[in-house]
DNA sequence: CGGCGCGTTGATTACTGTCAAACGGTGTGG
DNA sequence: CCACACCGTTTGACAGTAATCAACGCGCCG
């Protein structure tokens, strides 16, 4: 099995280097694993966490509810990311931290983190980088559900999760498992999942997707980041000192 | 005149204890001051900032545009708002920040917010707590978009920005000054200027507000939290060890 | 006084939601 | 091994919220 914190500190190499040194000091940070099948909560709101929880596979998502028991999802997380690092900060979850068909995930106590934040304060950058990054996608998708036609939302969520996947080496070809129901996809961009059905399958018709079951492929990653207006400078994917 | 840093740390105070100690640190930060006029550029989308700035009065508001130039504010910032330290690890500036009416703003070098993030690793835990309240925010901008209709959606954000407001002293009564155009607002709650006006004329017909030139007075906050079902604990007003 | 930006109103259009039902794959139990 | 139930996807008809288009009012400034 690969190390616990591979994909992270493959996510955190695409920013920045991460010295040797760091790199250790990643690796030996106190940590446990669970799985959750798909629907199963990784964090509680309302919940004061004294751990940080990483996902190590599969997808996991915050949610939120409204008064009339609407859900939207405010951030999809993938292997890699280091999912509330900011409840170290926040201290109680103003969300739930839930699995989209089922995850892997490593808890990790605020000590431990408290404590390579000391030892190296580049690597607290860079932690603190990783909380940065979800705000510039969070406010993406407020770009994106404000501002953009149903079609383009969703060609743009695709493309976001296309290029995150590929960072840490979850795109094979021009496909990925995205192992959601459309119900979810729906909560994600703010529609209903009629009419999230009816901008699939425009999508497909366009020749710009396949999407079956739980994988999706790109046809023309070209064409579809032409279409959904997307650029993926937020993702901050340059490599540079930070 | 009031301390430049006065407001900011009014706004940390009100989430943790500021030592006397930390004060100092923050009040010895070199900076320089500029004033923006309604609608000027703080912060260019694409430029890379030596230095992360503060918004002492007025507002200010960070900004994208989709590809057929619709525009989307994507935060609102108020006295007291950190705006842009995220820049410190981002480098690049994926949108532009703007002045909303007029604003005065301070600039602080990024070397000096890194000293005194070594000196004090608890105030740099508060400042990083900052952008995470900027994300806490973002992710409830991004429900009220997905999932509430449009009166409860403006009705929200007028919660939030009387409850943000209120922290650092600036609702006077029940009314607080907001000098932006209903266009603005538009752009913020995601909808057309029309539609915003009605918004505007339905709260004022419900009797929950009064909207008159620049200031929005609030009848009852707790009819219009009620009404907005808005529930305050995201903003993280609450004071604790951080 | 005229131009201009902003707010307001009305009429019409259209995107998206809701309701309802059918379809398809998968897993379970008889 | 097949029938059935269940969950998720798909389709169609219709409703409703919000966008667009157009015009007018109003205060402010040159």
Redesign the interface.
């Known amino acids: 099995m690969t190390g616990t914190f591979t994909a992270l500190i493959l996510a955190l190499e695409r920013r920045d280097r991460v010295s040797e040194e760091e790199r250790r000091l990643l690796e030996q940070l106190p940590f446990r694993i669970r799985t959750f099948a798909g629907g199963e909560e990784l964090v509680a709101e309302g919940s004061r966490p004294t751990e940080s929880c990483l996902v190590l596979s599969g997808f996991a998502a ?1 949610q ?1 509810f ?2 009339d028991g ?3 999802l ?2 999809i997380h993938i292997a890699g990311d280091f999912v509330d690092l ?1 409840s ?5 979850m ?2 739930s931290i839930v699995s989209l068909g089922g995850c892997l995930a490593a808890f990790v106590p605020h000590t431990g983190l408290q404590a390579i ?2 030892a190296s ?1 580049h690597l ?3 932690l ?2 990783s ?6 996608i ?6 994106c ?4 036609p149903a079609n383009t939302h969703l060609a743009h969520l695709i493309c976001e999760l296309y290029a995150r996947l590929e960072t840490v080496g979850l795109v094979r070809g021009k496909s990925f498992e995205l192992p959601v129901t459309q119900s979810d996809i729906a ?1 994600t ?2 529609l209903s999942i009629v009419h999230v059905n009816r901008m699939i399958q425009e999508l497909r018709a366009s020749g710009l997707i396949i999407w079956d079951r739980k994988t999706v492929t790109v046809l023309d990653i070209d064409r579809l980041r032409e279409f959904a ?1 997307f650029d993926p ?2 993702l ?1 994917l ?1 490599r ?1 000192p ?1």
């Not at 170290?88 to 109680?92: F, H, I, P």
């Not at 909380?131 to 510039?136: E, F, K, L």
């Not at 969070?138 to 770009?143: D, F, G, H, I």
Request: net charge positive; hydrophobic share 35%.
């Open positions: 915050r939120q409204v008064a609407k859900r939207q405010t951030a900011h170290m900060v926040l201290k109680v103003d969300h934040i000391t304060p607290g950058r860079l603190w980088l909380t940065v990054i979800d705000g510039a969070e406010r993406n998708w407020v770009t559900l404000g501002r953009r909560d961009v703010g207006d400078t937020y901050n340059v540079e930070r």
